[in-house]
């Protein structure tokens, strides 16, 4: 039981130490950019352009959980984070190509068009990078414990 116990705070560590600090941290300031941007433009010009603003919204919820997840840690956090990126990949994928094919369905821009150019690409490097970071801390447990 001991064994269990201190297995479960490593497993919560791996996932903010390192590399996964900064996750946290850049995570973090998307939140921040991409709830204040949306609750902002909702606000005052929702009528403008509801696609846009909503995606941005939804893109700023999204972050704030893998954020969540990511200090939160343990290993149903981290599954809960790499199914999220992943869903955060495929909508700045889905969203990013959307607004180059069809620029007209998007009067004024989201924090994932043009695959997230007006946030210097951070959108599209950022799951990618936490996806890679999320399947590394997998292993990173059951090495330092011995548990599997």
Do not use: N
């Not at 996932?15 to 946290?24: A, K, M, N, R, W």
């Not at 010009?45 to 893998?66: C, K, M, Q, T, W």
């Not at 004024?108 to 695959?115: G, I, K, N, P």
């Amino acid at each position: 039981m001991a064994e269990t116990e201190q297995a479960a705070p490593d497993a919560r560590r791996t996932l903010i130490s390192g590399p996964g600090t900064l996750l946290v941290w850049v995570y973090g300031v998307m939140v921040v950019g991409a709830v204040s941007r949306s609750a902002v433009q909702i606000a005052t010009d929702f009528e403008r352009a509801p696609l846009a603003y909503a995606l941005s919204a939804i893109a700023g919820v999204v972050y704030g959980f893998i954020t969540y997840s990511l200090v939160r840690g343990g290993e149903r956090a981290r599954r809960a984070a790499l199914v999220c990126c992943a869903a955060e990949l495929a909508g700045v994928l889905v969203v990013g190509t959307w607004t180059l094919v069809d620029p007209s369905a998007f009067p004024d821009t989201t924090v994932w068009s043009e695959y997230g150019m007006g946030y210097l690409f951070i959108p599209v490097l950022l799951p990618l990078t936490a996806l890679y970071w999320l399947r590394r801390a997998r292993t990173a447990p059951s090495a330092a414990t011995g548990t599997g």
